[in-house]
């Protein structure tokens, strides 16, 4: 089982390293191989809507872009970590979550039938982590959202989203043991979530051979 965590903060000892950090320690520690990477490392261009995808499911743009997109498939789940940014996620997860497009199917003569190929995967599982300076929820704006609708679009099933308030200073998350906590749930989460499908398929598997 493998867990990539995803990091769209420039900071790689700001609150949102610090608590995805804190989710994949978690998921490590609940038998999960895992892989972290920070979107600042990374040259990564803005989708264009060329559709050059559509028939390849391959992105035509190449860039760096280009290394993430193994690791996408290969990860049974990913953890989203993002700051909150004009009541938003940052620019860097906002261009890397467009350039997961190309991972979306259109049918051919309708594009209202469409779908993720994690859905065709059969399904893959996620956690978001928001973190906002302000101590008014309202301030967060869409952030958590930003990272959980798109993931849910590609096929994955958000099993926990992280909203943490009050937090500027790199590190202070570390002085946040309610943060540390809910960071560390969401990655147990993850894992036991990803190891009760496995452990369902296996049990599917018995039953058939009962009707058989």
């Known amino acids: 089982?493998?867990?990539?965590?995803?990091?769209?903060?420039?900071?790689?000892?700001?609150?949102?390293?610090?608590?995805?950090?804190?989710?994949?320690?978690a998921a490590q520690k609940e038998g999960a191989e895992t892989e972290l990477i920070f979107l600042g490392d990374y040259s990564i261009k803005d989708c264009t809507g060329c559709e050059g995808c559509k028939d390849t499911?391959?992105?035509?743009?190449?860039?760096?872009?280009?290394?993430?997109?193994?690791?996408?498939?290969?990860?049974?789940?990913?953890?989203l970590g993002s700051p909150t940014y004009f009541y938003n996620i940052s620019a860097d997860m906002k261009a890397f979550i467009d350039r997961c497009y190309c991972f979306e199917v259109f049918a051919e003569d309708d594009r209202s039938c469409w779908l993720g190929i994690n859905e065709v995967l059969g399904g893959k599982y996620a956690v978001v982590i928001a973190v906002c300076e302000q101590h008014d929820e309202k301030d967060m704006g869409?952030?958590?959202?930003?990272?959980?609708?798109?993931?849910?679009?590609?096929?994955?099933?958000?099993?926990?989203?992280?909203?943490?308030?009050?937090?500027?200073?790199?590190g202070e998350a570390l002085q946040d043991n309610k943060a540390l906590e809910q960071s560390r749930k969401a990655g147990e989460r993850l894992v036991k979530t990803i190891k009760l499908r496995k452990d369902t398929e296996t049990k599917i598997k018995e039953l058939k051979k009962t009707y058989n």
């Open 1 to 25: 089982m493998k867990i990539l965590g995803v990091i769209g903060s420039k900071r790689k000892k700001g609150n949102t390293s610090c608590l995805v950090q804190e989710a994949i320690k």
């Open 57 to 79: 499911l391959k992105c035509v743009i190449n860039d760096d872009m280009q290394k993430i997109y193994p690791l996408l498939l290969e990860a049974d789940g990913i953890i």
């Open 142 to 170: 869409f952030t958590p959202e930003a990272m959980s609708k798109p993931l849910e679009a590609l096929g994955y099933r958000v099993v926990d989203m992280v909203r943490v308030l009050g937090l500027f200073k790199a």
